[in-house]
């Protein structure tokens, strides 16, 4: 029930085009869920968060859709480019539960050719 | 802020030596956690840390990991003895107490030989 699901494994998108990564969960009791974005060699950085109670966050070409009945929510990167490659992680949390403890989808590889 | 120090950046050693990996937490943080990340096995917490006080270690592996957070400045994750299985990096991560936040650092490859 901790687990987060994502998808797909790896994402190959043409310069200016809409990336979308998926992410499914199964504990209720999650009420934070951020996007991290990783290069080759770095540690992953939070991209953009959002809380179960809007069900959509934008932040310039990233945008969170979250879908509480279908326990649901992805990321779309719109007019994606060859700067946005990088390895891209889900996460859930439960303050209540578990502090600030995260748990992490498997992750997606995004390769934008140019 | 300097943002997560780790060190070292790179780490060989042989197998059965004494491993030891070095965080230092953005200041005022109040968490603290230690991920192992792996092609097989993607990010995996091992352990993390409020106001020092170790809140979950349900990740470790193993005996043969420790961690410790002897003040707000400093934590180390210990491996003895290690081996070649441990060959991973190892992310340090802190975040604020009055959000669920977390800053990762650059990362301790370690190989074990």
């Known amino acids: 029930q901790q687990q987060v699901k994502q998808s797909p494994q790896s994402l190959i998108v043409q310069k200016g085009g809409i990336s979308i990564i998926n992410c499914a969960y199964e504990?209720?009791?999650?009420?934070?869920f951020p996007w991290y974005q990783q290069f080759p060699g770095k540690g992953p950085a939070l991209l953009i968060a959002?809380?179960?109670?809007?069900s959509e966050k934008k932040e310039g070409r990233f945008t969170i859709s979250f879908n509480k009945s279908a326990k649901q929510f992805s990321l779309h990167i719109m007019d994606s480019q060859p700067g946005d490659s990088a390895t891209y992680f889900c996460?859930?949390?439960?303050?209540?539960?578990?502090?600030?403890?995260?748990?992490f989808g498997e992750g997606t590889q995004l390769t934008v050719n140019p | 802020d300097a943002g997560v120090i780790q060190s070292p950046r790179h780490e060989v050693t042989e197998m059965g030596q004494e491993v030891t990996l070095r965080c230092k937490p953005i200041?005022?943080?109040?968490?603290l956690f230690w991920y192992r990340q792996t092609m097989m096995r993607g990010l995996e917490l091992l352990i993390y840390?409020?106001?020092?006080?170790?809140?979950?270690d349900s990740g470790m592996p193993e005996d043969r990991f420790s961690a410790k957070m002897p003040n707000a400045s400093f934590s180390t994750l210990k491996i003895q003895p290690s081996e070649p299985r441990d060959s991973a990096v190892y992310f340090c991560?802190?975040?604020?107490?009055?959000?669920?936040?977390?800053?990762f650092g650059p990362g301790t490859r370690l190989t074990v030989t």
């Open positions: 991560a802190s975040g604020p107490g009055n959000s669920y936040e977390q800053y």
């Open positions: 504990n209720t009791a999650f009420d934070y």
């Open positions: 959002i809380r179960p109670d809007v």
């Open positions: 996460a859930a949390s439960s303050g209540e539960t578990s502090g600030s403890r995260l748990t």
């Open positions: 200041s005022g943080h109040d968490y």
């Open positions: 840390f409020n106001n020092n006080v170790p809140i979950d």
